[in-house]
């Protein structure tokens, strides 16, 4: 058999890691077999050993693949002379990555499949997407917008932000998007105004 072409290896990982994170998101870990992945995805379960070589590598890649997108949503960030705004604007990334992609966004950063801890290997290949908000933090300390302090830290506390605030409207309870939205903006205007020189 030919090896199917780049594009159709990529439309077929795609669909098959989107159907293993709809079944996780909507029926839990017992859900998640290579069997209904494939029936999800309308494929055979050939076609998910053939890409991931097992469950376990199933779901490794499709906790990879949640931070590749939010890597994408960051990279489409334009860098502006205002340090503050594209930090802000990395926030804004944030949440419309969690919002696009909910059934990864749990297996990014829980344990709702107990079996699977990322190694050390995948753990570096993650790291950029952290990296990138530190580097944000930096520059905002470097220009002077922000009180000196050590960028990782405030990174730290900008990104518990996110997450928390991510996590509630996931699940509701921040109301509708325009209140999320007013929810969001708030939080961060205040976090950031505490850090700002003074």
Known sequence: MARPRSRDYEELRRALVDAGGRLLSAEGPAALSTRRVAEQAGVST??????????????????L???ERLAAAFAAVPRTADPVADLLSLGHAYRA?????PHLYELM??????????????????RP??????????RCVEHGAF?????H??????????HGLCGLELRGAL????????????????????????
Do not use: Q
Request: hydrophobic content about 50%; cysteine-free.
């Open 46 to 63: 050939s076609a998910v050993y053939n890409l991931f070589g097992s469950k376990a590598g199933l779901v490794r890649t499709m906790f």
């Open 153 to 162: 830290d405030l990174a730290v506390r900008l990104n518990a932000l996110a």
């Open 97 to 101: 990555s969690a919002l696009a992609n």
């Open 175 to 198: 109301g509708g998007p325009e209140e999320a939205r007013r929810h969001w903006d708030a939080a961060f205007d205040a976090m950031t105004r505490g850090m700002e020189a003074r």
């Open 129 to 138: 997407t952290f990296d990138v908000l530190v580097a944000a933090v930096a």
């Open 65 to 67: 693949a949640g931070f």
């Open 147 to 151: 009180a000196p302090a050590d960028p």
């Open 109 to 126: 950063f829980g344990r709702p499949v107990p079996e699977f801890r990322p190694d050390a290997e995948t753990g570096e290949l993650i």
